[in-house]
C-alpha cells in the first residue's frame, strides 16, 4: 500500500508528461526551409502554426495594447499565400478594438510546431511578429470565401461557433515583418519578399 502511495507522484508526472508531448506535437506539412532563406521561413512558421497572440489598441483601456490567443489560418494545407485569417466575434475586445483601430500585431512562436526543443525565447527558436492592419472582409466577398475555406479546413470546431454571437471573417494587411531564426537579431523582409516567398 506504501509503495502505491509512493509510485502514484510518479505515475501522474509521466502522465502528464505524454499528454504535453502528443498535445504539442504537430505533423507537419512542409519541411522547415533552410534557415538563410528568411522570407519563406517566415512563411513557413506562418504555415504551419494555427494559433498565436494577436494584439490590438484597447478602446476600453485608453489604446493600451491588448493581447489575445487566437486561432488563424493562411490558406488551405500546402497553398497558403501568408496572409492570416481571423473568425473573431465582435463579444470579444479584439474585434471590437480592430474596428475602431486597425492596427494590430500577430506573433507566432516556433515552439507550438515542435521542431523546437529549446526556451521559445532561445534564438535558435524561431518566433515572427507580422505587423498591419486588422481588417474586416466583406460578407460574401471572394476573399470572405478564401477565409472561411482557410479557417474551417485547419480548424472545423468553428464551424459549429453560434451564429448569434456575430463572427466575422479579417484578414492582417501585412506591413512590417519582424523575423528571428538564428543568433544576429532580426532579420531583413520585406512584405514582397514574404509574399512571394517559395517553399
Known amino acids: 500500500m506504501e509503495l502505491q502511495v509512493l509510485l502514484r507522484p510518479i505515475f501522474f508526472f509521466f502522465l502528464l508528461t505524454s499528454l504535453q508531448q502528443s498535445s504539442s506535437a504537430r505533423i507537419l506539412t512542409i519541411s522547415k526551409p533552410d534557415r538563410h532563406d528568411y522570407a519563406a521561413s517566415a512563411r513557413w512558421l506562418v504555415s504551419q502554426n494555427s494559433w498565436g497572440v494577436l494584439s490590438t489598441l484597447s478602446v476600453d483601456h485608453e489604446g493600451a495594447p491588448f493581447g489575445n490567443v487566437v486561432s488563424f489560418s493562411d490558406g488551405l494545407p500546402e497553398k497558403g499565400n501568408g496572409i492570416p ?108 519578399e514574404y509574399l512571394h516567398a517559395k517553399s
Not at 117 to 129: A, E, F, G, I, V
Not at 147 to 170: G, N, Q, S, V, Y
Request: a negative charge; aromatic letters at 10%; proline letters at 6%.
Open 85 to 192: 485569417y481571423f473568425y473573431l466575434t465582435t463579444l470579444d475586445p479584439t474585434a471590437r478594438n480592430a474596428l475602431k483601430d486597425q492596427r494590430a500585431s500577430l506573433a507566432i512562436s516556433e515552439s507550438p510546431v515542435g521542431t523546437c526543443t529549446r526556451d521559445p525565447m532561445n534564438p535558435t527558436c524561431s518566433k515572427l511578429t507580422l505587423t498591419g492592419n486588422l481588417l474586416i472582409l466583406e460578407e460574401g466577398s471572394e476573399e470572405a470565401e478564401v477565409a472561411r475555406k482557410a479557417l474551417f479546413t485547419k480548424h472545423p470546431e468553428m464551424i459549429d461557433w453560434p451564429e448569434d454571437h456575430d463572427f466575422c471573417f479579417f484578414k492582417l494587411e501585412i506591413i512590417d515583418i519582424f523575423l528571428i531564426n538564428w543568433y544576429g537579431g532580426a532579420k531583413p523582409i520585406t512584405v514582397d
